[in-house]
């Protein structure tokens, strides 16, 4: 059964890094667009970064751009999140999502992983 | 505040139809699809509805999307105790160049 793991997070004190893995299994990932979303405390659900399957077009939201950087490795079946310059506003839990299609861009995401949870305090 | 607008809450009985509003404007729902999502508390999203009235593979006809000008609707029907959940929408954003979601409307089955 195709399954997605995000593993990575922690505790990082306000301006620390940390680096945010999902590991595919059970399906081709590199035929698949894949994304990273989280939902903060008492938030909803916030769309970060969006990637192609070659890696070649990638796409931020606005609140994490210049500061997050979305990679994959299509030879790990892996997908990452470099999250730089963190601030207490980026505390939440993070999910990586497989887009529905392989191959295709339609921006809806069939399968998610059990998410990550990222701590930022002093 | 969010690009996409939901009510914060909506509540019904076992067995009643529900449904949740997602209004957006001309450069989201009024030129892309809505996608809708469901969360269980302590769970990850799950889709529900995609490109508007799909419904994945799984998901109980009970759940049922529908779209028009620059707003769209998630209907429940034969509401149950396992329905309570957070609903969000979400849509790309040909302004922002971006997914857009909706701040979640929190179902409650009384």
């Known amino acids: 059964q195709a399954r997605l793991v995000e593993s990575g997070g922690g505790l990082v004190k306000p301006g620390g890094s940390l680096r945010l893995s999902c590991a595919a299994s059970e399906f081709t990932f590199s035929d698949y667009y894949m994304t990273w979303m989280r939902r903060a405390p008492g938030k909803g659900l916030e769309w970060l970064s969006y990637?192609?399957?070659?890696?070649?077009?990638?796409y931020y939201a606005d609140s994490v751009k210049g500061r997050f950087t979305i990679s994959r490795d299509n030879t790990r079946n892996s997908l990452y999140l470099q999250m730089n310059n963190l601030t207490p506003e980026d505390t939440a839990v993070y999910y990586c999502?497989?887009?529905?299609?392989?191959?295709?861009?339609?921006?809806?995401?069939?399968?998610w992983g059990r998410g990550a949870q990222v701590t930022v305090s002093s | 505040q969010s690009v996409l607008t939901q009510p914060p809450s909506a509540s019904g009985t076992p067995g009643q139809r529900v449904t949740i509003s997602c209004s957006g404007s001309?450069?989201?729902?009024?030129?892309?699809?809505v996608h809708w999502y469901q969360q269980l508390s302590g769970t990850a999203p799950k889709l529900l509805i995609y490109?508007?009235?799909q419904r994945p593979s799984g998901v109980p006809d009970r759940f049922s999307g529908a779209k028009s000008g620059t707003s769209a609707s998630l209907a429940i029907s034969g509401l149950r105790s396992e329905d309570e959940a957070d609903y969000y929408c979400?849509?790309?954003?040909?302004?922002?160049?971006?997914?857009?979601f909706g701040g979640g409307t929190r179902l409650t089955v009384l």
């Open positions: 999502a497989r887009e529905g299609l392989p191959r295709q861009s339609y921006w809806y995401f069939d399968l």
């Open positions: 979400a849509s790309w954003d040909d302004s922002l160049r971006g997914l857009v």
């Open positions: 990637i192609s399957v070659s890696g070649s077009s990638i």
């Open positions: 490109r508007n009235n």
């Open positions: 001309s450069s989201n729902i009024g030129s892309n699809n």
